[in-house]
């Protein structure tokens, strides 16, 4: 998973985790010791250096709101969980769709192709029958135009389907990586003058 959304969303049910466990944790009963040591003591007992302060904690009486922080713990869990699953399906949808676009566009460029070579062999039947005085230049102007707008439309779809590659690219999370390599290519060849 290479999408920096889909890693932040793992990032949240890691955590949302460590929180169960910390909530679960209050549960236990805990032991802690605070030591102090003194340079100059002008208090009672005077003769002490150090003194020691040992506490121990029993959750008896607060069992109901710890039941109800790791109830809530694991309801932010959850949410986590299907956070996650809703973005790997918008993921899943996005590339799906950007391939479609990436294979329309393949498809309409093959077809666009067929269409520049037919209005080439028109413009040349055009032109070869104006030569000899078949056609008018009217005709020779009309198929030109012709040839124009189809070359015209395969230059725009070649442009969207490199547009539709980046977003197929984007969607599945390997833009960067693509145009980092292609940095890293650029750079060790040498500069076309």
Do not use: C
Not at 129 to 151: E, F, H, I
Not at 156 to 162: L, P, Q, T, V
């Amino acid at each position: 998973a290479n999408r920096h959304d889909l890693v932040a969303a793992g990032a949240a049910i890691n955590a949302a985790r460590r929180e169960v466990e910390v909530a679960f944790g209050q549960y236990y009963p805990s032991v802690s010791l605070n030591l102090g040591a003194s340079l100059y003591r002008e208090s009672v007992p005077t003769g002490r250096d150090w003194d020691a302060l040992l506490t121990a904690n029993l959750p008896l009486f607060s069992a109901g709101r710890i039941h109800a922080d790791v109830r809530q713990a694991w309801s932010f869990y959850r949410e986590a969980l299907l956070v996650r699953a809703r973005l790997e399906r918008e993921v899943a949808q996005q590339v799906q769709l950007a391939y479609h676009d990436l294979s329309s566009s393949d498809a309409r460029l093959a077809e666009l192709r067929v269409r520049l070579a037919a209005a080439e062999m028109a413009f040349q039947q055009a032109e070869g029958s104006y030569r000899v005085g078949r056609a008018t230049n009217l005709d020779r102007v009309a198929a030109q135009d012709a040839l124009l707008d189809a070359q015209l439309q395969v230059a725009s779809e070649a442009f969207d389907r490199k547009v539709n590659y980046l977003f197929l690219l984007q969607a599945s999370g390997v833009l960067r990586e693509q145009i980092e390599a292609g940095f890293a290519i650029a750079a060790t060849q040498p500069a076309a003058r």
